[in-house]
């Protein structure tokens, strides 16, 4: 079943703009994690915030959870055309270690 | 530099095939999981193996079963392949250590056609 759903699915910005996708999830967590994966790739682990924070910053992305509505935001300043990939959320569920992730966010940086 | 190697990227059978796929992990992981990726549906869970010979159903066992004989290799298996099995196929491993928060590592994948 799917816990974490992503919003927009798709998102197509120009190099320089900033891009900012959701999640939304239904249970209580442990943590939310951001994952981005390339084409064809497997996925690669990008930031996660602990229900109990409310924002964190990674470089170029910044991240927000708000646990009473249940949901976190990825934003990713000033895009590459490298940041061209899809984006996952997935939430660490309060018990046992299983992620589960939403349907992703695919992001097109043109050049 | 951690690392999740799967045996093939591509793999293409026929139906009613027996199909081993593949994963070893060099991170001392506890954890080793296998998803598959279908457009549209994002990553689902189809087993789980917390220790050596520990297996855990996941989302979509159906059709799937698992072998975990060593802690740094885990196996999924098609019994016997259908068309609908066709899929990307996605290994992962984590740890059980408090500070790791369940970040799963993951192998390239494994792009399954069944003809």
């Known amino acids: 079943s799917q816990q974490g759903e992503e919003d927009p699915q798709a998102l197509s910005i120009q190099e320089g703009e900033n891009a900012t996708m959701n999640c939304s999830y239904k249970?209580?967590?442990?943590?939310l994690q951001w994952y981005r994966q390339n084409s064809g790739r497997g996925l690669v682990h990008l930031i996660l915030?602990?229900?109990?924070?409310r924002e964190k910053h990674s470089g170029r992305l910044r991240v927000t959870l708000d646990t009473s509505k249940k949901s976190s935001s990825l934003l990713i300043t000033a895009s590459r055309a490298a940041d061209t990939a899809s984006y996952f959320c997935a939430t660490d569920r309060a018990a046992g270690n299983k992620l589960t992730f939403g349907g992703g966010t695919r992001v097109l940086v043109k050049p | 530099d951690v690392k999740v190697t799967q045996s093939s990227r591509y793999l293409v059978k026929r139906t009613g095939e027996k199909v081993f796929l593949e994963c070893v992990q060099d991170m001392d992981h506890e954890n080793m999981f296998w998803y598959r990726q279908d457009p549209g549906l994002g990553l689902r869970l189809i087993y789980f193996?917390?220790?050596?010979?520990?297996?855990e159903k996941g989302d979509i066992p159906e059709g799937y079963s698992v072998s975990r004989e060593k802690k740094e290799r885990f196996s999924l298996i098609l019994e016997s392949a259908s068309t609908n099995q066709t899929s990307m196929y996605l290994c992962?491993?984590?740890?059980?250590?408090?500070?790791?928060?369940?970040?799963?590592?993951f192998g390239p994948g494994t792009r399954l056609t069944v003809l």
């Open positions: 992962a491993s984590s740890s059980l250590r408090w500070y790791s928060y369940n970040e799963q590592f």
């Open positions: 915030i602990r229900s109990n924070e």
């Open positions: 249970t209580s967590i442990n943590n």
């Open positions: 193996s917390y220790d050596v010979k520990m297996k």
